[in-house]
């Protein structure tokens, strides 16, 4: 016994050390919470501990993120979440600043930092969610981000220089318009048709989408339509621009996301030019399946990042709230709610760097599409996991923060938000029920059962 008192006391001693010095360089940066769950593991760590995932590079861009979304977002997200709606300026002003851009190539007028890499990726994600209103992130951050990469990847010259340089830069906005009123979960059943008119150089495209983000402000639509039958098989992709006779937009009344500007939209006869074909026809459905790796994973990092805003909202109420003579934190009940919280939201941290380092390793070896559908099942289940992570913090934050956090103003106003934004992370971009499938059979768990296997019993 004595001998192992004698071996743990110094590691003790040494974790203990790394931890207050951890405290230091959190608190020397005023930017940083001292409160380590408040943070990511890596934003307090000495370069030696974070250098197998973060650089120099990596907290630089950290702080120039950070800087902008505490100075330009964070103090007017309330006022533009209520109102609906987020001023026009911000998309410019984030690209004038370097942050719009960051993760889009330079040659169609991204503004990447040098080495860009997935962990750039997460950072800019992780710290925009930062704002702690998903609604402001995806109609003005994201919702390009589902749209735009199949034009890069599989469009002609003619549609990348329609809208990579104007969407990139803040100028036009982009939808990804995939899901119908009949068709969320269920992509390859999508009825909105395209068809070739008589002189080869037109579609007519006729069908409704619904729950588009962006939709109301959107100038360019990536849309999924049928040319031919039933199946995958018969989807392709199509970019139809807003101004189109015949398309027809309309608002619809969310639970949260209140700035997310999500439409219903109508095709009635729309005349599209053929070579706005995306890709080729009838290959539509994988592009639209390998986009989803993204969006799934900034699903993920915003989901934990929320349910860390959730903790960290947590933790701060309790330590000023004071019930029955003591501050809420003495008692023992809610610091069990605090530790559940953190015990969630750091282990998916791990998770979302572990997909990060895989993503990067894709890039490099260039294992492209093979690469991206394995990532698939990884990252389906990895949105299972942050989606309910970020449910339970949202709820056990909001039981801390009592009647407060029922409120749309005061101290409990941001976990509020987030409480009612829950459902759409859980739901949109793939399901809870529909990715836990997804990663069974995606990661080979499952092999699809007799009727796959061929089985005649
Ligand atoms: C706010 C918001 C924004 C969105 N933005 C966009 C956008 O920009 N572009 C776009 O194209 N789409 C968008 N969507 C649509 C979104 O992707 C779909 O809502 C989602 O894919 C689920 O489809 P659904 O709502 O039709 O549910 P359904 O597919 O009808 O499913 C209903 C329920 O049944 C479950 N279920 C379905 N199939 C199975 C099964 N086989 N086994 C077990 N359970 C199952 C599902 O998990 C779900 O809980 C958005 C949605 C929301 C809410």
Known sequence: ASRRVHCTRPKAMAAAAAEAAGAAARRANPRLSANPWCEPWWYGAPEAARAHYYTEAHVAF??????????????????????????????????????????????????????????????WVDELARCGAGGVLWSVFFSFGISLPPVLAQGSQRLKEMCARPVISGEKVMSLAVSEPWAGSDVAGLRTTAELTPCGKYYKVNGEKKWITS?????????????????????????????????????????????????YIVFNDVRVPASNMIGAENQGFLPIMLQFN????????????????????????????????????????????????????????????????????????????????????????????????????????????????YLREGKGRVVERLYREVRVNAIGGGSEEVMGELAIRGLGVWDGGDKKRGSKE
């Open 62 to 123: 950290r702080d120039k993120v950070r800087a902008f979304v505490d100075d330009k977002v964070i103090p007017f997200v309330d006022e533009w979440d209520e109102a609906g709606d987020v001023p026009e300026s911000l998309r410019r002003e984030a690209y004038a600043a370097g942050i719009y851009g960051a993760t889009w190539p330079a040659e169609h007028g991204g503004t990447p930092p040098p080495g860009f890499d997935a962990f750039h990726d997460l950072i």
């Open 215 to 263: 939709g109301i402000k959107a100038s360019f639509f990536t849309t999924a339509v049928r040319t031919a039958g039933a199946g995958i098989g018969g989807v392709s992709l199509l970019l139809i621009t807003a101004d189109t006779p015949g398309v027809s937009v309309r608002r619809m009344k969310t639970q949260g996301w209140l700035a997310s500007n999500t439409a």
């Open 294 to 405: 993204h969006e799934r994973l900034v699903g993920c990092v915003t989901s934990n990042r929320f349910a860390r805003t959730c903790l960290s909202e947590g933790i701060t109420y309790a330590q000023q709230r004071r019930t029955f003579g003591q501050r809420l934190i003495d008692h023992q009940l809610i610091r069990h709610k605090i530790t559940e919280m953190a015990r969630m939201v750091e282990a998916n941290q791990a998770w979302i760097e572990q997909v990060c380092y895989e993503m990067n390793r894709s890039r490099i070896t260039g294992e492209g599409d093979a690469m991206g559908l394995k990532m698939g099942g990884k990252l389906a289940l990895l949105k299972v996991q942050t989606t309910k992570t970020y449910e339970f913090c949202a709820r056990e934050a909001s039981q801390i923060m009592g009647g407060a956090s």
